[in-house]
């Protein structure tokens, strides 16, 4: 039985408020397409180019699906895939794609595919308009499905569209990776460099982001001077040129310096004040173990002791400033963590001497150390008070991969989370068509 045959042909619907249906009219005023069949309906919804049109539509299988059977006219020609020129039929091959559901029901496309005979190039298949070539699914059904991939994990979009994952994972795959490669970085000035965690069992990839745009550019697995020569490798195929990178802002990473300086020897490195604070907590950190091993009394109080004073609540205050009085040691680790803050949020670089001279005679190791550490990567710490980049983005970036990560409860593969990584980072324009109605002009 076909798809509304039962009363579709004689039920007459009246005029009301301006609208005008009825089987024998047309989809609008002035488009005349034929009655108003099933299939002239799916047709016109479909949005099908001249010579294609829905030959048949009906339910069919257990549970229910929609099949709408698609034919092309007699004697129509197709252009040839290599050269374009209209050819001849050869033959046809029967394939199926998967459409949006129609209501609750799925629904799938079913068509007679052909072959052009070109005289100069052979035999070759169609691409047919409504799906890529190789794809199982319409071009408006892989739409849907980058969609749900921007808000959801893979699984449950699988779970959604009942669909196996891997299959999605390949759309994805096909959309994500031709937008990333056809991304043009002819612009990039300054980058971040950072890493961050793919798996368990300490398995790292290093995230380069640009630091103007904030887009993630490249992801590569590890962490070493690999990496930067693995950047500037792919900054030449996206239309750009080492020499174009002025600014590279990292860690105090020697892996990362050693490729900064070895495949961007012109780029000024950069220490972000972020990673240097870091480093101070750390120092604080270790004064306070060590107190504790000494048998200060610090039960409960790692929290009241870490981060900055005003983020803190008033018990937290309090027991902080008791315990600064109590134990003097722990009152000057703290005084030197809030006095290089402040040293870092000025332009001062005397002042940053200062510091580093004060923390030496500080009598704490971790802070002596820090002060060393600072003294040896001078330039680059300098460089941040001049231009005051940072790695803030690319932290950012770096949370919103980890919440990903933990969302989906880790990817299979290196590659699906590169792919997740530049869907959700990387500013790409995907070229999918619009899940919106087109516009139709109506002549008069």
Same mark, same amino acid.
């Given at each position: 039985?076909?798809?509304?045959?039962?009363?579709?042909?004689?039920?007459?619907?009246?005029?009301?408020?301006?609208?005008?249906?009825?089987?024998?009219?047309?989809?609008?005023?002035?488009?005349?397409?034929?009655?108003?069949?099933?299939?002239?309906?799916?047709? $016109?919804?479909?949005?099908?180019?001249?010579?294609?049109?829905?030959?048949?539509?009906?339910?069919?299988?257990?549970?229910?699906?929609?099949?709408?059977?698609?034919?092309?006219?007699?004697?129509?020609?197709?252009?040839?895939?290599?050269?374009?020129?209209?050819?001849?039929?050869?033959?046809?091959?029967?394939?199926?794609?998967?459409?949006?559901n129609f209501f609750q029901y799925e629904c799938l496309l079913e068509a007679?595919?052909?072959?052009?005979?070109?005289?100069?190039?052979?035999?070759?298949?169609?691409?047919?308009?409504?799906?890529?070539?190789?794809? !199982?699914?319409?071009?408006?059904?892989?739409?849907?499905?980058?969609?749900?991939?921007?808000?959801?994990?893979?699984?449950?979009?699988?779970?959604?569209?009942?669909e196996h994952d891997t299959r999605l994972w390949r759309v994805a795959a096909?959309?994500?990776?031709?937008?990333?490669?056809?991304?043009?970085?002819?612009?990039?000035?300054?980058?971040?460099?950072?890493?961050?965690?793919?798996?368990?069992?300490?398995?790292?990839?290093?995230?380069?982001?640009?630091?103007?745009?904030?887009?993630?550019?490249?992801?590569?697995? !590890?962490?070493?001077?690999?990496?930067?020569?693995a950047f500037a490798q792919a900054l030449v195929a996206h239309g750009g040129?080492?020499?174009?990178?002025?600014?590279?802002?990292?860690?105090?990473?020697? $892996?990362?310096?050693?490729?900064?300086?070895?495949?961007?020897?012109?780029?000024?490195?950069?220490?972000?004040?972020?990673?240097?604070?870091?480093?101070?907590?750390?120092?604080?950190?270790?004064?306070?173990?060590?107190?504790?091993?000494?048998?200060?009394?610090?039960? !409960?109080?790692?929290?009241?002791?870490?981060?900055?004073?005003?983020?803190?609540?008033?018990?937290?205050?309090?027991?902080?400033?008791?315990?600064?009085?109590?134990?003097?040691?722990?009152?000057?680790?703290?005084?030197?963590?809030?006095?290089?803050?402040?040293?870092?949020?000025?332009?001062?670089?005397?002042?940053?001497?200062?510091?580093?001279?004060?923390?030496?005679?500080?009598?704490?190791?971790?802070?002596?150390?820090?002060?060393?550490?600072?003294?040896?990567?001078?330039?680059?710490?300098?460089?941040?008070?001049?231009?005051?980049?940072?790695?803030?983005?690319?932290?950012?970036?770096?949370?919103?991969?980890?919440?990903?990560?933990?969302?989906?409860?880790?990817?299979?593969?290196?590659?699906?989370?590169?792919?997740?990584?530049?869907?959700?980072?990387?500013?790409?324009?995907?070229?999918?068509?619009?899940?919106?109605?087109?516009?139709?002009?109506?002549?008069?």
């Open positions: 039985m076909t798809f509304f045959e039962s009363g579709a042909r004689s039920t007459r619907l009246t005029r009301n408020k301006g609208l005008i249906a009825g089987p024998c009219k047309s989809l609008a005023r002035g488009n005349r397409i034929g009655p108003m069949t099933p299939e002239v309906l799916f047709t $016109a919804a479909l949005q099908l180019e001249a010579g294609w049109k829905v030959r048949e539509c009906r339910f069919e299988g257990e549970p229910r699906q929609l099949l709408l059977k698609l034919d092309f006219e007699a004697g129509k020609r197709f252009g040839c895939p290599q050269c374009g020129k209209l050819c001849l039929t050869h033959d046809t091959s029967t394939k199926r794609w998967k459409h949006l007679r595919v052909p072959r052009s005979d070109c005289p100069e190039h052979g035999v070759q298949s169609v691409a047919v308009p409504w799906a890529r070539e190789g794809s !199982g699914f319409t071009l408006l059904f892989e739409a849907l499905v980058m969609l749900l991939c921007r808000e959801m994990p893979m699984a449950a979009v699988a779970d959604t569209l009942e096909h959309y994500v990776e031709a937008a990333h490669a056809n991304n043009s970085w002819a612009q990039v000035r300054r980058v971040s460099v950072d890493e961050t965690s793919a798996r368990r069992g300490h398995r790292y990839v290093t995230n380069v982001l640009d630091a103007e745009a904030h887009d993630l550019l490249l992801m590569v697995e !590890g962490r070493s001077a690999q990496a930067l020569e040129k080492a020499q174009q990178i002025e600014l590279i802002s990292m860690d105090m990473s020697p $892996a990362y310096q050693s490729g900064a300086s070895r495949f961007f020897p012109q780029a000024e490195i950069v220490f972000d004040r972020f990673h240097l604070m870091q480093m101070a907590g750390q120092a604080l950190d270790e004064v306070r173990k060590e107190l504790a091993r000494q048998g200060a009394d610090l039960k !409960g109080s790692l929290w009241a002791l870490r981060g900055n004073e005003w983020t803190r609540s008033e018990e937290q205050r309090q027991q902080r400033s008791a315990l600064c009085n109590r134990y003097p040691k722990l009152g000057r680790a703290i005084g030197l963590r809030d006095m290089l803050q402040d040293v870092l949020a000025d332009e001062d670089e005397e002042a940053l001497r200062w510091w580093c001279k004060r923390a030496k005679l500080s009598r704490l190791e971790p802070f002596r150390e820090l002060a060393c550490s600072i003294q040896k990567h001078w330039c680059g710490v300098v460089a941040f008070l001049k231009t005051r980049l940072t790695n803030g983005a690319i932290e950012a970036v770096n949370g919103l991969l980890q919440l990903a990560k933990r969302l989906a409860r880790g990817f299979r593969s290196l590659r699906y989370f590169r792919i997740m990584a530049y869907l959700k980072a990387a500013g790409l324009h995907l070229n999918l068509p619009s899940l919106k109605p087109a516009l139709v002009t109506h002549s008069k």
